[in-house]
């Protein structure tokens, strides 16, 4: 069984969105399926059944391991690096009403 070794508080912070939905969808007009949400820097990204998986090109951008479901707040994570979900210690809360594209 594979388990995570990026459950650590460098990666797992508790953290601000960074946008009211896809912070790049938002940017140029597109639309996303479900939203995800960076541990580590609260980056706001697209789920890669978004046609711009945001979410994942922010991981390869940054190398930022850990992120979290986040329309509404899902209770569950994810390990880019290791490709596992994760058991998150909390949810993030949102901001403010999420636009929905579906």
């Known amino acids: 069984m594979t388990r995570c070794t990026h459950m650590n508080s460098e990666t797992v912070r508790d953290v601000t969105p960074s946008a009211l939905g896809c912070e790049e969808c938002l940017k140029t007009g597109s639309w ?10 609260g980056h706001v990204g697209c789920c890669d059944q978004s046609p711009n998986r945001h979410a994942t090109a922010h ?33 993030t809360p949102q901001r403010g009403p999420i636009p929905s594209f579906f």
């Open 59 to 91: 991981f390869r951008e940054t190398g930022h391991p850990i992120m979290e479901g986040y329309d509404p707040p899902e209770g569950w994570g994810w390990c880019y690096a290791d490709g596992i979900e994760v058991d998150l210690p909390d949810q």
């Open 32 to 41: 996303w399926v479900h939203l995800r949400l960076c541990r580590e820097c």
